[in-house]
């Protein structure tokens, strides 16, 4: 199975921040990749889809970039309500698996 | 708009079986563009995908549940099932049904569909 190492694990950040999250394959998968946000108590939320685009209805703040084993998912000014856990997801092959989570939190 | 809702036992015994069903609304389970998949996440950790099931029966399971899951599907009444047999303390977890839209022409592939989540205790 494809493992994905998401980092960090958490963060502290201020609202306006620029945040960064990567998430590194353990082998290609071309740009076979998602990012989705959890907030406590609810269901994942796709943010991206195919490495950069975006989903539909997400603010334009997020944008996700890469492509083969390295990935990176950015929130250009972070809002409040993008407090939340957010996780990669390779869809390039099965097993799907998930990054490990990045837990963003209020500095 | 497609829905989704999980229902089952919120408690399990050891050694026995799991069963989930999730009920999709809102439209056919039986469209071409979606595979509908197993998810779950045990209390405080992350995200484990289980395995899908395809409008057309096919199946696809994690290997490391796959000795003791099946997904199925039932078209008739727009539902898709869960079973984990032999459960342990473990498989505690909240278990997620979600939809994975696939669409080689737009390259669109992602979840973009998910159940509220239920919880699930594995305890005698």
């Known amino acids: 199975a494809i493992q994905m190492t998401q980092s960090p694990s958490s963060l502290s950040a201020s609202v306006g921040d620029r945040v960064t999250i990567t998430c590194r394959a353990s082998?290609?998968?071309?740009?076979?990749l998602g990012w989705y946000q959890q907030k406590p108590g609810k269901a994942p939320k796709i943010l991206i889809y195919a490495a950069s685009s975006l989903q539909s209805g997400v603010p334009s703040r997020f944008s996700g970039s890469g492509s083969g084993t390295d990935f990176t998912l950015t929130i250009s000014s972070l809002q409040p309500e993008d407090f939340a856990t957010y996780y990669c997801?390779?869809?390039?092959?099965?097993?799907?698996?998930f990054g490990g989570g990045t837990k963003v939190e209020i500095k | 708009q497609l829905q989704l809702q999980e229902s089952g036992p919120g408690l399990v015994k050891p050694s026995e079986t799991l069963s989930l069903t999730c009920t999709v609304s809102?439209?056919?389970?039986?469209?071409?563009?979606?595979?509908w998949d197993w998810i779950r996440q045990p209390p405080g950790k992350g995200l484990e995908w289980i395995g899908n099931v395809y409008y057309s029966g096919s199946t696809d399971y994690n290997p490391s549940l796959k000795s003791r899951v099946t997904i199925s599907i039932d078209t008739s009444k727009n539902q898709f099932s869960l079973k984990l047999s032999s459960v342990t303390a473990t498989d505690t977890a909240v278990y997620y049904c979600?939809?994975?839209?696939?669409?080689?022409?737009?390259?669109?592939?992602?979840?973009?569909?998910w159940g509220q989540g239920t919880m699930v205790t594995v305890s005698s």
């Open positions: 082998q290609g998968i071309r740009n076979d």
């Open positions: 809102g439209g056919s389970i039986s469209r071409s563009s979606y595979y």
């Open positions: 997801l390779q869809d390039y092959n099965y097993p799907l698996t």
């Open positions: 979600a939809g994975r839209h696939y669409d080689i022409l737009t390259g669109y592939d992602g979840f973009d569909i």
